[in-house]
């Protein structure tokens, strides 16, 4: 089956770095995003990586290693709005985008 | 650019009741939407892909007769819930792609409507 891990709860300081895991077991690939989603709120394009390496976004970066089927997401400079889930979703080999179930990351001052 | 309008944002209804829930890509061309359901503190779960002009695909376990789709424009996909009932209540969200999608193009959600069955 396909399967998408990513932890369900990180919780990090205000101004610090945090590093969200993903892993994933997927028919084929296609790419894997990162979307941040608020409380009650649809989610939000964050970033996307096809090929290994660092893709960097300004406070937020995400990494992918296709041979470990394993990608993460850091998050710099951490302020109390990035307070958030954090999906991670895999294209596979048929293009349908497979969701892990969230992180949700709680800033604390 | 790039915007997709959900309505309602939320709705209160009676078990037994339908309700329709509108996606609009306002700035750009929709050739495929997608329906999420999201119940608390779970990921999005795919309930159906509609196509522009054909009839959706529903992901298994999702019941067509129950959850109507309708995508008759490149604009505009309606989702239906019909006879609803207190286990219906959740978050329904869609999103849509563009008419000349890249393998890198992120999909465009709409706000979200959020559903509670009496």
């Known amino acids: 089956g396909q399967n998408i891990d990513q932890p369900t709860e990180m919780t990090a300081t205000e101004g610090a770095i945090v590093q969200i895991n993903c892993t994933y077991q997927?028919?084929?690939?296609?790419?894997l995003f990162w979307y941040q989603q608020h409380a009650g709120e649809a989610p939000t394009f964050l970033s996307y990586n096809v090929l290994d390496g660092l893709e960097e976004k300004g406070r937020f970066s995400s990494f992918l290693s296709r041979s470990k089927g394993y990608s993460y997401l850091l998050l710099k400079e951490l302020q109390m709005k990035d307070s958030a889930s954090y999906l991670c979703?895999?294209?596979?080999?048929?293009?349908?985008?497979?969701w892990g179930a969230g992180t949700k990351l709680i800033i604390k001052p | 650019g790039a915007v997709v309008s959900q309505h309602p944002s939320w709705v209160i209804c009676k078990s037994g009741t339908s309700v329709k829930i509108e996606c609009r890509s306002l700035?750009?061309?929709?050739?495929?939407m997608f329906w999420y359901r999201q119940f608390p503190k779970q990921s999005l779960m795919l309930m159906a892909t509609?196509?522009?002009?054909?009839?959706?695909?529903?992901e298994q376990g999702v019941e067509k007769d129950k959850f109507l789709i309708n995508h008759a424009s490149l604009t505009l996909s309606t989702l239906t819930v019909t006879s609803a009932h207190p286990e219906d209540s959740s978050f329904y969200i869609c999103s849509a792609r563009g008419i000349t999608p890249s393998e890198s193009s992120p999909l465009h959600f709409g706000n979200g409507t959020r559903l509670t069955v009496t």
């Open positions: 509609s196509n522009e002009g054909s009839k959706a695909t529903y």
């Open positions: 997927t028919s084929g690939f296609n790419g």
């Open positions: 979703a895999v294209k596979d080999s048929n293009y349908q985008l497979i």
């Open positions: 700035d750009f061309q929709a050739t495929t």
